[in-house]
C-alpha cells in the first residue's frame, strides 16, 4: 500500500480492498516513527485528518469519488488550510491558525482529498536547503546527513521517505525542482499563473507558483488536474480552458526535439552530475528523441537578476509582520517603534532579515533604476532567450542541480554559494516558464540526480508526456530510499 502510485490508490479505494482511514492511518503511524530522522513535517493533526478520511470513505460509498478521493496529501506549509497551524516556517507564524483555505486546499478538499499534514520548508520560502525553518532543517533520506534542498524540502523528504504518497510545494526560484532532484522525486513547477497564489503566503509575488511534488510523472498529473484553475480572487490567476493533463501521457516522443543550452552544461557542475544527465538524454534518444545545441545568453546573469527582484518584492511582502494584527510580537518594548523593531528582528531569522535589507536597499531612492530596473530589463531578456530558443527545439533539458545534496552545514557560512545551487532553475521563473524534474540516475555516493525538463508556456501536459515516456523505460524512479524502505 505504501509503495503504491496515486493511480494505484485510487483504484484501491474504489473498489474497497482498502479504506481512507486505514490508508491515512499506515501513513500517520508512518510519520510518528520517522518524523525525528527526517523532520520532513511540522504539523500533523491526526484526529482532523482521520475525520476527513471517514468522510471520504462515506463519499466512495454514495459513488461520489473523484481521483484523489481518500488520497492523503501532505502540504507546504505556506498554504493556508482553515483550522490548521501554518507557520512557513518561521517563529513569526509559529502559532498562527488559518482561518481560512487557500484556493489550492479548497480543490482538494472539493476532491476529497485528505489534508496529512504540513510539511517542512526554509522560511517564508526564502533557501536552497531547507536549513532556514526555525523548526529544524528536514534530512535528506537517502542520507540524513545531506540537504534536502530547498524551500520545499519538507515536502520531497515526506514523499521520498514514503510519508506521503505526494505533497504540494511552490516554486520562486526552483523551490520544487531542486528539492525534487536532490531527493530524488518527481517535482513540476507549471506556467506562472496556472496555480492561483490566494492563502499561498507571499515571498515574491511575480515569482512565486504552487505545484505537485511525487514520485512519478503520472501522479503529477493527476495533482495537477485538481490545482490548477482561475481564482478571481488572485489577480494573477489565469482563465483558460480546461485540460486533463493526463491525455497525452502515453504519446510517443518520436521527432521530439530536444534543446541543450550551451551555458547549462558548463563549468561549476559535477562531473557525476554531467555524466549521470547526459545517460538520461541518450534514453531519451532511444525514445525517438533528438538532441539540438542551443543558446540562452541572458541566463548567466539569472541569479543577479533574480537576488534583486526577489528580495525588492519580498521586503514588501513581509512588510505586514510587525506584532499589531497577528503572528509573533516581542514581549518587552518601550515604544511602537520599539515594539515594531524587537518583533521583526527577534521574529525573522538571518536569511529573512538578510533579504528584507537588500530588497529595501534596491527599492530606496536613487538606486531603484540601478539595480531593480536593470534587473527587470534582464528578466526580459531572459525570456526574449528562451522564446528564441523554442523556435528550434520542443523541450528543453539540463541538469537539475549542479551537485547532488551535500552535507548539513556546508554552504550556511556562505550565502554566495549557496545561491548557485538554482543556477539552473532560477531562469525558468524569471521567464515564468514550466519546469520539471524527474529523476534520472545516483552518483557514487548513492545520492540522486534529476534531470530538469522546461517547457514552453502551457506545455505542461507535453512535459508530463516526456517525463511519463522516459519513466516507462526507466526505474530511477522506483528506487527508494533507505528510509522509505525501513
Not at 484526529?47 to 507546504?76: F, N, V
Not at 511575480?206 to 480572487?233: C, H, I, K, T, Y
Not at 490567476?237 to 493526463?246: I, V
Not at 506545455?459 to 524512479?477: F, G, I, P, S
Request: proline share 4%; charged share 20%; net charge negative.
Amino acid at each position: 500500500m505504501i509503495e503504491s502510485s496515486l493511480k494505484e490508490l485510487s483504484r484501491n479505494l474504489a473498489e474497497k480492498e482498502i479504506s481512507s482511514v486505514e490508508l491515512t492511518r499506515a501513513y500517520l503511524d508512518r510519520i510518528a516513527s520517522r518524523i525525528a530522522t527526517v523532520n520532513a513535517l511540522i504539523t500533523v493533526d491526526p484526529d482532523t485528518s482521520l475525520a476527513q478520511a471517514q468522510a471520504a470513505d462515506e463519499r466512495i460509498a454514495r459513488g461520489e469519488a473523484q481521483p484523489l478521493t481518500g488520497i492523503p496529501i501532505a502540504h507546504k506549509d505556506l498554504w493556508c488550510a482553515k483550522g490548521w497551524r501554518t507557520t512557513c516556517g518561521s517563529r513569526m507564524l509559529e502559532n498562527f491558525v488559518s482561518p481560512y483555505d487557500a484556493h489550492v486546499i479548497e480543490r482538494f478538499n472539493n476532491e476529497g482529498a485528505v489534508i496529512l499534514g504540513k510539511t517542512n520548508m526554509d522560511e517564508f520560502a526564502m533557501g536552497s536547503s531547507n536549513e532556514n525553518s526555525y523548526f529544524g532543517c528536514a534530512r535528506n533520506p537517502w542520507n540524513t546527513d545531506r540537504v534536502t534542498g530547498g524551500s520545499s524540502g519538507g515536502s520531497a523528504a515526506a514523499v521520498a521517505a514514503a510519508l506521503a504518497p505526494a505533497a504540494t510545494g511552490t516554486d520562486t526560484g526552483g523551490s520544487i525542482r531542486q528539492p525534487a532532484a536532490l531527493c530524488g522525486v518527481s517535482g513540476l513547477k507549471p506556467t506562472y499563473g496556472r496555480v492561483s497564489r490566494y492563502g499561498m503566503i507571499a515571498f515574491a509575488s511575480s515569482l512565486d507558483q504552487g505545484g505537485p511534488m511525487a514520485r512519478n510523472a503520472e501522479d503529477l498529473a493527476l495533482l495537477l488536474d485538481v490545482m490548477v484553475g482561475f481564482d478571481a480572487r488572485d489577480s494573477t490567476s489565469l482563465e483558460r480552458p480546461a485540460e486533463a493533463f493526463t491525455r497525452l501521457l502515453d504519446e510517443p516522443l518520436s521527432g521530439l526535439r530536444i534543446g541543450l543550452p550551451k551555458e547549462y552544461f558548463g563549468e561549476g557542475m559535477s562531473t557525476e552530475v554531467r555524466s549521470t544527465v547526459e545517460a538520461g538524454l541518450a534514453e531519451y534518444r532511444k525514445l525517438g528523441a533528438t538532441t539540438v545545441d542551443i543558446e540562452l545568453p541572458a541566463s548567466d546573469l539569472s541569479i543577479a537578476a533574480y537576488y534583486v527582484i526577489a528580495p525588492a518584492e519580498a521586503s514588501s511582502n513581509l512588510s505586514r509582520y510587525d506584532g499589531v494584527r497577528y503572528g509573533f510580537r516581542a514581549e518587552e518594548y518601550d515604544d511602537l517603534l520599539d515594539m515594531y523593531c524587537k518583533t521583526r528582528s527577534q521574529g525573522f531569522g538571518t536569511e529573512v532579515k538578510r533579504r528584507i535589507l537588500i530588497g529595501t536597499y534596491v527599492l530606496s531612492h536613487g538606486y531603484y533604476d540601478a539595480y531593480y530596473l536593470k534587473a527587470q530589463r534582464i528578466r526580459r531578456l531572459i525570456a526574449q532567450d528562451f522564446t528564441k530558443a523554442f523556435e528550434h527545439c520542443d523541450m528543453i533539458m539540463s541538469p537539475t542541480s549542479p551537485t547532488t545534496a551535500f552535507e548539513i552545514g556546508a554552504k550556511t557560512a556562505d550565502p554566495a554559494q549557496m545561491y548557485l545551487s538554482d543556477i539552473y532553475t532560477i531562469a525558468a521563473n524569471l521567464a515564468g516558464l514550466p519546469g520539471m524534474s524527474i529523476p534520472c540516475g545516483f552518483d557514487a555516493a548513492g545520492l540522486p540526480v534529476g534531470l530538469q525538463i522546461i517547457g514552453n508556456y502551457f506545455c505542461e501536459a507535453k512535459m508530463l508526456n516526456v517525463a511519463h515516456r522516459y519513466q516507462q523505460h526507466t526505474d530511477w524512479h522506483l528506487k527508494r530510499s533507505p528510509v522509505a524502505s525501513s
